[in-house]
């Protein structure tokens, strides 16, 4: 009965999480309607051809909108989130069944485990998205800041050097341009969209050419030369960054090979001999040692990686 019941609680707060979801999308329902029909005009006027993105973001202040933004999946934001509800959900229906197959009084307490384990996974693939394409960003930037250079030079203003990128740049740093250049040809400061770009860029050296150019239209200054200094800084550093990633190279394969050698070997004596561990397995005491050297294990591995991973 108790375990019915937890059950039933179970269902009950998912039942209300979805309900409040559809709620709070009705909430924005108006605006996204209003900036679709104003997206329409504009693109009667000037056709985009090729453009992917979408430059008519509503802005979301919220964790997942900011890490949407990060990933460049700002314009799934709908989708994403009930992708996060499905992981969570299906987490907790997995590994609440595969509780009540071990005991009906702990399938309460593994559903709710389930439903952190599912949400948790999907924040950590989209953190791996943001790591994909902040690399990106910053390995773009060297040529990106070349043309800048170019267009600063031949006395072209800031708004034709942004309208030059957007159209020549590469994917992802292209789509930020764009967004950009659609913000300033609304009226919003030059400070106030380089400041949304850094936002969305979260590279150091973006971030370096950001103030570089606020203390030059602060102070004055030759922008240009400025930014050129900023893009061989850039390249001199991924030239540091390879050259110590070809030093580390054997000590992290020594690592990834030492940290690998138990569970082969473990797996190879189960394969060969299953009698031999079998019965080391089934001693309650000794699955409790089997989970602690694996933590220790991990531990181990995540060190050793540490220690021969440098950040330039």
Not at 45 to 52: I, R, S, T, W, Y
Request: charged share 20%; with cysteine; proline share 3%.
């Amino acid at each position: 009965m108790t375990t019915f019941i937890g059950m039933l609680v179970l269902f009950v707060v998912l039942a209300a999480g979805l309900l409040f979801y559809a709620y709070s999308r009705r909430e924005h329902e108006a605006e996204r309607y209003r900036l679709s029909k104003h997206q329409q005009r504009l693109l009667e006027k000037e056709p985009l051809a090729g453009v992917d993105e979408n430059v008519f973001l509503q802005q979301q202040s919220d964790y997942l909108g900011k890490l949407l933004a990060l990933a460049g999946l700002e314009a799934q934001y709908q989708e994403m989130r009930t992708q996060w509800i499905v992981w969570g959900v299906g987490g907790a229906v997995l590994l609440g069944a595969a509780a009540f197959l071990i005991g009906p009084e702990v399938a309460v307490l593994g559903a709710v485990f389930g439903a952190a384990v599912g949400a948790a996974a999907f924040i950590n693939y989209l953190k791996l998205k943001v790591g994909q394409r902040q690399k990106k960003l910053t390995e773009q930037l060297p040529p990106v800041l070349e043309t800048m250079v170019s267009s600063l030079k031949s006395g072209s203003p800031i708004l034709e050097v942004f309208k030059t990128l957007s159209e020549t740049a590469p994917e992802p740093i292209r789509g930020e341009f764009r967004r950009s250049l659609v913000s300033l040809q609304l009226g919003k400061s030059f400070r106030d969209v380089l400041t949304e770009m850094c936002g969305r860029i979260r590279t150091p050296d973006f971030r370096l050419l950001t103030q570089a150019i606020f203390i030059s239209q602060d102070v004055g200054g030759n922008l240009a030369e400025v930014v050129a200094t900023i893009a061989d800084a850039i390249r001199e550093r991924f030239k540091l960054r390879d050259y110590l990633n070809s030093l580390t190279a054997q000590g992290k394969m020594t690592a990834v090979f030492i940290g690998s050698l138990p569970f082969v070997i473990t797996g190879l004596i189960y394969a060969l001999s299953p009698a031999y561990l079998t019965g080391f397995f089934n001693n309650f005491w000794a699955r409790i040692v089997i989970v602690a050297m694996v933590f220790w294990e991990l531990i181990g591995f995540w060190i050793l990686m540490k220690l021969t991973t440098f950040e330039v």
